[in-house]
């Protein structure tokens, strides 16, 4: 099986490789269309600013064969922090900024007027309405490390959410079709992050 | 159910071994830096920080190695500080395998450094460390070289500037408490807490379970830092969870 984390200089590819590998998979970082396209699994990771993480994979050209694998290949494509905020429409981070559009969700900043700390760092439990791939053999409530100041809406009425609540309630993760997201990092978050990952490495393209 | 507080334990490394001082002088050894970070990850640390107060260039590619190393077996946060003092610095330690790196007197030499480094890297990977000395009633300063150094800089109003320059938590240390075991300093942390609206992690002094108790519930801080009730067998990670779970604080346990 093929896994390509996408290179567009901005991620932490080593931990999320270190999880794989742990779990018994192999992974390779590319930003060679070719290699993108050929994938069975894409993860997009990503730590930093909106803006810049959509000019670097405009500029290399990214966007489009991330959309193209997404959507007509169909190839499973998860994205991890900035990266799941990449997938929806637009952010507010450092002005408005249009993102891959996987997903028709909007990122905006936390609500910082309420009693809470930005950026939102730790360890935090999520909850879901409907069970998804991603949540097989997880435990409602179960905590997921994160580490942001923006976050995704639920606008798309169309996917499958997972949730957490601070401040505001906000998507902690989602799945449609077969484009996912994690604002936290299963990475880093001991057995209930390899979990997860294993599910979504378990996921056979449509 | 909510945030949960964390408990971070802290590996203070010299040449390659973790040490633990009194005051920043008088080193002990503790051990192996791999073991130890995994042994802690076992124990249910909800991260990790990593100190290399070695502190000489010589001394950069053993910490790289440590950390390659710490980031293959740990899969929690790791956080790297000590002599962190450009941006290519900051490059390597993330490339590495850190999630975030600590900046600590150059950011107090220059705090432009700490503006570039959130706006390179993102504010979630950019950790302030200060080391705050009282020298009045309701007064703290900053301090440099390991407490030897005054600057002269009002640590609240510090933590305040370095919070609008991007900093994404701070890592306060007392220097009067560190290595004592007498108890954080619940007045400076209180103080930088009530200021800022990033997180703050509690540092120096802990000598019991109750102490980081006391740092959450009247310091306010977000985590608490330990380092010597953990090397030393003392205390497991788990049980201090358990502690301050059962005083009513929120904290990851499953």
Known sequence: ?206 | MALAKRIIPCLDVDKGRVVKGVNFVGIRDAGDPVEIAKRYNDQGADEITFLDITASHEGRDTTVHMVEAIAEQVFIPLTVGGGIRELDDIRRMLNAGADKVSINSAAVYNPEFVKAASDKFGAQCIVVAIDAKQVGDNHWEIFTHGGRKATGINAVEWAVKMAEFGAGEILLTSMDRDGVKSGFDLGVTRAIVDSVNIPVIASGGVGNLDHLVDGVKIGHADAVLAASIFHFGEYTVQQAKQHMAAAGIEMRLD
């Open chain 1, 1 to 206: 099986m093929i896994i390509t984390l996408i290179d567009y200089g901005m991620g932490n590819h080593l931990s999320v490789r270190n999880a794989l590998k742990r779990l018994g998979y192999d992974s390779s970082v590319s930003q060679d269309p070719a290699v993108i396209k050929s994938s069975d699994l894409i993860i997009l990771p990503g730590v930093g600013s909106f803006r810049r993480a959509m000019e670097n994979l405009n500029r290399l050209g990214l966007s489009e064969v991330i959309r193209l694998a997404a959507t007509e290949n169909g190839t499973p494509t998860l994205g991890i922090c900035l990266g799941m905020q990449l997938l929806g429409s637009e952010s507010t981070e450092d002005g408005v900024c249009e993102g891959l559009r996987l997903i028709e969700n909007k990122i905006t900043k936390l609500d910082g007027s309420s009693d809470i700390r930005i950026p939102h760092v730790g360890f935090n439990n999520v909850y879901w309405e409907t069970n998804n791939d991603l949540t097989v053999d997880i435990n409602q409530n179960s905590d997921f490390y994160f580490t942001h100041s923006y976050a995704m809406k639920d606008d798309d009425k169309t996917a499958d959410y997972i949730y957490c609540d601070y401040g505001m309630p906000f998507v902690a993760g989602f799945r449609k079709e077969n484009v996912f997201g994690v604002q936290f990092h299963p990475e880093k978050s001991q057995k209930n992050g390899l979990k997860l990952l294993k599910n979504f490495l378990e996921i056979k393209r449509a």
